[in-house]
């Protein structure tokens, strides 16, 4: 079974330029989120979407970030325009989401993003 | 307000010894818990949960204890080998419920080197 894609896999750009990041969950998977994750913290969740409707967005900074999922497949993620302070690990996870609680979560190998 | 808490950012442990990571949470409402372990440049992999309605779970040479009324979690990993070395996440779920949305709250991690 093929895990979580994500690309690309680094991506530095200059502050108040755009990024975007994209994610392939496994398939099957309703639920995906949007994790970022600064050095030394934990991830820290963005956005999760359930199929291609946002469940929870409230840790979005929505003045500059913004996520899509249409057809409730893949996923984009962008930035616009980048901040230093947004320099981070993006990671991607999905699960199954066809019930309630406890569901595990698998991970994308993330896009480490640096901001100049 | 960090809700999720591993105050621990490293632990050493010689091989075959027993490692315990500790995890503590704020939130008493939080109803299952999960422990994630990363590798450099890896996203998280899914180790182990537990229910609330469990004080303890087994898998293989990973058990995690959880004390509710502490609210404090813990997992052990016994021997441990070289390979265990990485850093571990303990995280912490809210059920939203009616829109099986799911909030996940990652603690800042322990970074777990197993000396041979």
């Known amino acids: 079974e093929a895990g979580v894609a994500q690309s690309p896999r680094y991506k530095i750009i200059e502050k108040r330029q755009s990024v975007a990041f994209w994610c392939n969950p496994i398939?099957?998977?309703?639920?995906l989120y949007w994790y970022q994750q600064i050095l030394g913290q934990g991830p820290k969740l963005l956005i999760q979407?359930?199929?291609?409707?946002?469940?929870?967005d409230s840790q979005l900074p929505k003045d500059r970030f913004s996520a899509e999922r249409l057809k409730g497949v893949d996923s984009t993620l962008k930035i616009q325009p980048a901040k230093l302070e947004d320099s981070a690990v993006y990671l991607c996870?999905?699960?199954?989401?066809?019930?309630?609680?406890?569901?595990?979560?698998?991970f994308g190998p993330g896009t480490r993003l640096l901001v100049l | 307000d960090q809700q999720v808490k591993q105050n621990s950012p490293s632990l050493s442990v010689q091989e075959g010894r027993i490692s315990i990571l500790n995890c503590d949470y704020t939130?008493?409402?939080?109803?299952?818990f999960l422990w994630y372990k990363k590798y450099p440049a890896e996203g998280p992999t899914f180790l182990i949960s537990i229910s609330s309605i469990k004080d303890k779970n087994e898998d293989g040479r990973f058990t995690v204890f959880l004390n509710k009324s502490a609210k404090h979690l813990s997992l052990h990993i016994v021997p441990s080998q070289p390979g265990d070395s990485a850093v571990y996440f303990c995280a912490a779920l809210l059920l939203e419920g009616y829109n099986y949305g799911q909030n996940f709250v990652f603690g800042p991690g322990t970074r777990l080197s197993v000396l041979p």
């Open positions: 979407f359930q199929n291609n409707g946002v469940v929870d």
């Open positions: 996870a999905s699960s199954l989401g066809n019930r309630v609680g406890g569901e595990t979560q698998y």
């Open positions: 939130n008493s409402m939080f109803d299952y």
């Open positions: 398939s099957g998977h309703a639920t």
